[in-house]
């Protein structure tokens, strides 16, 4: 699913974003000053809003910074320095950050509300960033392992569509979306542990 939804994606989205990432260019911005920007913003805007249960308008703020990370490899890409390994450093590592304020900052509400759904949220918590892990170690073991269920893109879309509808007072918005996340992470997790398995076979 994760790899179905990105190339169906990729096409649209790179005609509309490689024209803006030329005239970026052009203006002198730089790909890793996207990346801190789009970063920085969502860490801040996640840590500020979703704690004090602003879900809603948390989700359209950090969703705007996080619309940041269409642009900085296509500016890369774009301009004469091309993709720098630490910019890729640089935009991975502000993701994750990014990630673990998204969480953070809805674990943080819950837990004050004494809800039972903390526990879910550490599971998705723990079990997303584990994805993540395990694709960075097979690459430092030279193993291409992309691919699953839930892909990044899809666990950020689970989980801000959590909890845009939950602000919106859908009801059991907020459980159905963490209970798919842990799960579908889980899953995830689990083909990636195969794909490196089958590689080192």
Same mark, same amino acid.
Request: hydrophobic share 55%; glycine share 8%; charged share 15%.
């Given at each position: 699913?994760?790899?179905?939804?990105?190339?169906?994606? *990729? #096409?649209?989205?790179? !005609?509309?974003?490689?024209? /803006?990432? !030329?005239?970026?260019?052009?203006?002198?911005? $730089?790909?890793? =000053?996207? $990346?801190?920007?789009?970063?920085?913003?969502?860490? =801040?805007?996640?840590?500020?809003?979703?704690?004090?249960?602003?879900?809603?308008?948390?989700?359209?703020?950090?969703?705007?910074?996080?619309?940041? %990370? /269409?642009? %900085?490899? +296509?500016? +890369? *890409?774009?301009?004469?320095?091309?993709?720098?390994?630490?910019?890729? /450093?640089? #935009?991975?590592?502000?993701? @994750?950050?990014? %990630?673990? +304020?998204?969480?953070?900052?809805?674990?943080?509400?819950?837990?004050?509300?004494?809800? *039972?759904?903390?526990?879910?949220?550490?599971?998705?918590?723990?079990?997303?960033?584990?994805?993540?892990?395990?694709?960075?170690?097979?690459?430092?073991?030279?193993? !291409?392992? #992309?691919?699953?269920?839930?892909? @990044?893109?899809? @666990?950020?879309?689970?989980? /801000?569509?959590?909890?845009?509808?939950?602000? =919106?007072?859908?009801?059991?918005?907020?459980?159905?979306?963490?209970?798919?996340? +842990?799960?579908? $992470?889980?899953?995830?997790?689990?083909?990636?542990?195969?794909?490196?398995?089958?590689?080192? !076979?």
């Amino acid at each position: 699913m994760g790899i179905m939804l990105q190339r169906s994606l *990729r #096409d649209p989205v790179a !005609k509309i974003v490689t024209p /803006l990432a !030329k005239a970026l260019v052009k203006l002198g911005v $730089s790909a890793n =000053l996207i $990346s801190v920007i789009g970063g920085l913003g969502s860490i =801040l805007a996640a840590l500020y809003f979703f704690p004090k249960g602003e879900f809603f308008t948390g989700v359209i703020v950090v969703s705007a910074f996080v619309a940041f %990370d /269409l642009f %900085d490899g +296509a500016v +890369a *890409r774009a301009s004469n320095q091309g993709v720098s390994k630490w910019g890729a /450093l640089l #935009d991975s590592t502000l993701d @994750r950050l990014s %990630d673990a +304020a998204i969480f953070i900052g809805g674990l943080l509400f819950f837990i004050d509300q004494s809800d *039972r759904l903390v526990p879910v949220f550490l599971v998705a918590t723990f079990a997303s960033f584990m994805v993540s892990y395990i694709k960075a170690r097979a690459e430092s073991l030279e193993i !291409k392992c #992309d691919g699953g269920i839930a892909e @990044r893109g899809e @666990r950020i879309l689970i989980v /801000l569509t959590a909890y845009g509808l939950h602000g =919106l007072s859908v009801n059991y918005a907020m459980a159905i979306g963490m209970w798919a996340l +842990a799960l579908l $992470s889980i899953i995830t997790m689990l083909q990636r542990m195969f794909i490196v398995y089958k590689a080192v !076979k």
